[in-house]
């Protein structure tokens, strides 16, 4: 059964970096046609699309976050990250990885069938 | 960006009723419309995708219907663990601006 978890601090102070890594276990990261995803959620407020990587590298970033996001992939640790840099409060959130299946071959529309269970951070000196 | 817009944003409702929570998006996205449940302290999880094909395991007093830019989840009969917060979910735009409705929080009357 694939799994997915978030890891990394649970703490950061204001304008550093924000690094997650998601391990996928039960599954190889590089499976066709995943992509995989993350996905905030500041506190008692609804979901926010991060952005998306393949196990190529390809990725889409959501653009009000493109200029400070990286995401990366390390298909030998079958693990991909996210780095979030110059965060303030408002990054403040829970961070989710999830799994990304295309809804049909050759399809570039997706859906988020498998999650992690989250990872609290805050933004705070 | 499209917009996603959710309503009601709360509802109350007992055990047994049927309920419907509509989704909204700002242009055409198709079918393109995924819904999920969230529970207290949980990640979401997956209940309809392409606005209303139910997931494996999913109850099928869950269903989703709807296209172009009106959607709706309906659920026929509540039981106690669906009382949930809901989020609808476009996957139409580019994988770069997926957006997701404010949630609709269930709670028991």
């Known amino acids: 059964q694939l799994q997915l978890q978030e890891s990394g601090p649970g703490l950061v102070k204001p304008s550093e970096t924000l690094s997650l890594t998601c391990t996928v276990s039960g599954g190889a990261i590089s499976s066709s046609p995943y992509y995989w995803g993350w996905i905030r959620q500041p506190p008692g407020k609804g979901l926010e699309w991060i952005g998306g990587i393949y196990y190529t590298g390809n990725n889409y970033c959501n653009p009000s976050l493109k200029s400070r996001v990286t995401l990366s992939v390390d298909t030998s640790k079958n693990d991909f990250s996210l780095r979030l840099s110059s965060v303030t409060a408002a990054d403040t959130a829970v961070y989710y990885c999830?799994?990304?299946?295309?809804?049909?071959?050759?399809?570039?529309?997706?859906?988020?069938?498998?999650w992690g269970k989250g990872t609290t951070v805050t933004v705070s000196s | 960006d499209i917009q996603m817009t959710q309503s009601p944003s709360s509802l109350s409702a007992s055990v047994g009723d049927r309920v419907t929570i509509t989704c909204r998006a700002s242009h055409n996205i198709d079918i393109y419309l995924n819904w999920y449940q969230q529970k207290p302290g949980k990640a979401p999880n997956l209940l309809i995708y392409?606005?209303?094909n139910l997931r494996a395991g999913v109850p099928s007093r869950f269903s989703g219907s709807g296209s172009g830019t009106d959607f709706t989840l309906t659920i026929s009969s509540l039981l106690p663990e669906d009382f949930a917060t809901y989020h609808c979910q476009q996957s139409y735009d580019s994988l770069a601006r997926y957006t997701f409705g404010q949630g609709t929080k269930l709670e028991i009357k």
């Open positions: 999830a799994r990304l299946p295309t809804y049909a071959s050759g399809s570039y529309r997706f859906y988020m069938d498998v």
């Open positions: 392409g606005a209303s």
